[in-house]
Every structure is written in C-alpha cells, then in structure tokens.
C-alpha cells in the first residue's frame, strides 16, 4: 500500500481557530535546546518557527552568545542561559537546569545548531529517557546517538526525529544511495524499530509513524536546500506539538506547511534568491488565508 498524500486536503483541517477567551497558556510551553557560538542562527529560526506556528510560549536555553542573538531577533522568546563547554557549545553541566525547565514544558526541540560533542550526547539522552512531553530531535541530536538509536525506544512519549539522508545514513547504517533508493521503507523500518516518528527530508519528504502509517509531502522546491531550512521545520513540528497535536498530525502538518510557504516565497523571490527565513511572511498569509 503506498503512502498517503499530504496536501491542503488532508492536513489543513488539522488547524484549529484560536478561541477568543484564550491566554498563552492555552497554546502551549515551547522548550529549544538549540545553538552554540559557531551556530547561532539554527536557534533564533527554530525558535521563530515554534512561534510562527502558534506556540503561546518559546523558551529557548542555550549559551550566551546565542541568547544574545535570538533577543535582538526575537523579543518574544524567553530565555534559559546556560553553562557552555569552552568549545561554543552547551556543556552538559547545563543538564539540570535543562530539565527542571523541561518539566514546565508541552514539547521539546533538542539539536538544531548544537554541535556533534560529548556534551550533545548527555544532553540528548536525558531529554530522551526523562522528558515527559512530546520532544523533536533535529540535527546534532541526531548525529549524537547515531551509534545508539535504540535510546529513542526509552522516551516516555513518541518522539519525532527530523533527519536529511546524511544523518538517516549514521543512525542506520545504511549508505545515501539506499536510502534515497527507499525514502519510504527506510522511514517506516526506523519509525517501527525505534517506535518514533520519522520525518525524512528529502525533495519528497517522508513522515512515517511506529504504527506503519506512512506519509510523502506533496510541496516544496529546491529554494529550501540551503541550511537554516530543516531548523525552521523542527521549530514548526515543535509548535504545533506543544499545543497539543499528536505526533505524526504535527510532523506531518508543519511539513507541508513548511514546503508550501516555500512554493509560494519561491513565486515571488525565485528559488535562487530566497532565503530560508523569507517563508515566514508566506506562512503568515497561508494562516489568514485559512481563517487561523
């Protein structure tokens, strides 16, 4: 049986009208565990995709240098600072502090910008086996339990992991070529072992769920294939989770949400000269337009 389509059909019934009676908390505690010094940037665009999604409240926790960044950006995030490891990135003596934040919190984002290090790994797999709300894991998060992807099967809630093929390639095993061979089979086979959602990016992104429900993306264009793109997916899956959409509805929503804001950014500012951080604009006029 093949994967079903995700389009405006099937997926934009998924948004809800925000109550008139309604107050942030209504929407949900967005925690990001994102950045370092050399990779500020993942951390302000993740942050604005959880925002631009909904979310009522962003927290992001990460080193100063990165704090500093996100708020001449994004005055609306609050922020956790944390220790950092004298090579730009979070140390994981940060990891309390971490999680007694992660207990005020309805979902999680861990990796984007992070950096591949002793520390990302720490880090990662605390927020794994004691998190107790639904937790994105991007990027570094990745690459960090690339040699034990059985942790995920630990998670108290079904954790969503966002990998390009690179990074799908190091938590299987597999080469890119097989993988881009079976996008699909090799989504559902990790989603069902490790009992996750998974979201492989590709030019035809895949989402599959630990229960075999598979899903291929209809938008999007190669305007996205530059780095910042994945960053503001995993803070979108983010936001949506953190108002309370299950799993593989957020994944699947944010995604091709994302690709269609970019089709649109594509029309007016050309695949060439768009940037990233120009689909939000576009994601705004796609919410007015659908009375959200």
Known sequence: MGPTLLTAETVLPLLKKRKEDSHKGDYGRALLVCGSERYRGAASLSAEGALRCGAGIVCLASVDEVLRAAAA???????????????GGISSHGTGLILEEAE??????????????EDTLVLTENLILNAACPLVLDADALNAIAEKPHVLSCANVTPVVTPHPGEMARLTGKSVKEILADPQGTARDFSEKYDCVTVLKTHRTVVASPDGDLYENTTGNPGLARGGSGDILAGMITGFLAQGMKPTDAAGLAVFLHGLAADRTAEKESETGMLPSDIFPALRSIFREYGR
Not at 73 to 87: K, Y
Not at 104 to 117: H, Q
């Open 104 to 117: 005020r919190a309805a979902a999680i984002l861990c990796g984007c910008g992070l950096t591949n290090s």
């Open 73 to 87: 950006r994004l005055p609306e995030v609050i922020f956790l600072p944390l220790p950092e490891n004298g090579m």
